[in-house]
């Protein structure tokens, strides 16, 4: 078959990753068109892809190249209206999580997808981690019996920079950050999140309370099958990404986490060390590279998104439920 012609919308932080990535796809893709509002940093990236050609908005793009696929990693509350653009055009993407920051919105985008035989894959990477498949593969063969208790967890290093950090583009933490954790619990449970309990703290970045954000949340959350699950996410994790999940189950238990980047530990005066991963870019860069290569095998056979748009949006409500728990304080229903 013909390489995959793709097109990168947004080369930010996870545009460049793509973009790394694509190279590595010689006869399965070939990236034909980089779309960033910023030329500079488009051109940039185009130096790194060979026979792309550079836009600086979709609307350009779509009159001057023709395209199978797209990568959209753009601010979160613009994602929606670029996905309908490219629905509308018949191209199947890939979104950045979230995909969005409005489920009903995103929920008529998926459905207008299906009848244009159009494939909208929600950008969550965990799923493509192979320690997360081979739990997901555990849990589904019974190895921990009954599941009866899920905690996820994904503590940063560094508060948001850029646009992620004003919640008016991003959503603030419970979509930036906890939507990783609500969507690993539905992923190795294979449940719905029926209502949450949410509480958020400013305990180091007092800039996010002015800005109606936080940077330590807990949230409750109680799946449609009656277990709990629980997710907390911070923004101030002094020696690295740590991120992690534990299944309890009837039968035993699980635990998803990686203590260091390269097996090594240094001991001396100073204790025992190892070189534990500081960012998300180093624990998951391996999911990263699976992602994209499942997203071309999807669009060349026609096989189903991992994380469907439906999905995505109901990760949406749990986050705007989780939210709104937070600000008032109180148990809210995921509708």
Not at 113 to 130: C, L, M, S, W
Not at 178 to 183: A, L, N, S, T
Request: aromatic share 8%; with cysteine; hydrophobic share 40%.
């Amino acid at each position: 078959m013909d390489a995959v012609k793709l097109a990168l919308v947004g080369v930010g932080r996870m545009g460049e990753i793509h973009a790394s990535n694509a190279i590595g796809l010689k006869g399965k893709a070939l990236v034909v068109a980089i779309v960033d509002s910023v030329i500079e940093r488009a051109e940039a990236v185009a130096k790194l892809v060979s026979d792309a050609k550079v836009y600086e908005s979709v609307d350009r793009m779509l009159m001057a190249v023709d395209v199978d696929a797209a990568i959209v990693s753009v601010p979160n509350n613009i994602q929606l209206s670029i996905v309908e653009q490219l629905v509308d055009k018949g191209i199947h993407i890939l979104c950045e999580k979230p995909v969005g920051l409005i489920p009903e919105h995103l929920e008529e985008l998926a459905l207008k997808a299906e009848r244009k035989n159009v494939q909208i894959h929600a950008g969550y990477n965990r799923p493509f981690d192979q320690g997360y498949e081979k739990a997901k593969n555990f849990v589904e063969s019974g190895g921990v019996g009954k599941v009866t208790y899920i905690h996820s967890q994904t503590l940063d290093p560094e508060p948001p920079k850029g646009w992620e950090a004003d919640p008016t583009k991003s959503g603030g933490i419970f979509f930036t950050t906890c939507v990783h954790d609500f969507q690993t619990v539905i992923y190795l449970t294979g449940r719905r999140v029926q209502k949450v309990r949410a509480t958020g703290s400013v305990y180091v970045h007092d800039d996010l309370r002015s800005r109606g954000d936080f940077d330590d949340v807990f949230v409750k959350l109680w799946l449609d099958n009656g277990v709990v699950a629980t997710v907390r996410a911070n923004r101030f994790c002094s020696y690295g990404h740590d991120v992690r999940v534990e299944v309890y189950g009837t039968r035993g238990a699980i635990r998803i986490e990686q203590e260091s980047h390269t097996p090594i530990k240094y001991y001396g005066a100073e204790g025992v060390l190892t070189d534990y991963p500081y960012w998300f870019q180093t624990r998951f860069w391996d999911s990263y590279k699976r992602e994209l290569e499942y997203f071309i095998k999807a669009v060349s056979e026609g096989l189903r998104p991992r994380v469907s748009a439906f999905e995505a949006a109901h990760i949406l409500r749990v986050a705007r439920a989780a939210h709104e728990s937070a600000k008032n304080m109180s148990e809210v229903v995921v509708a």
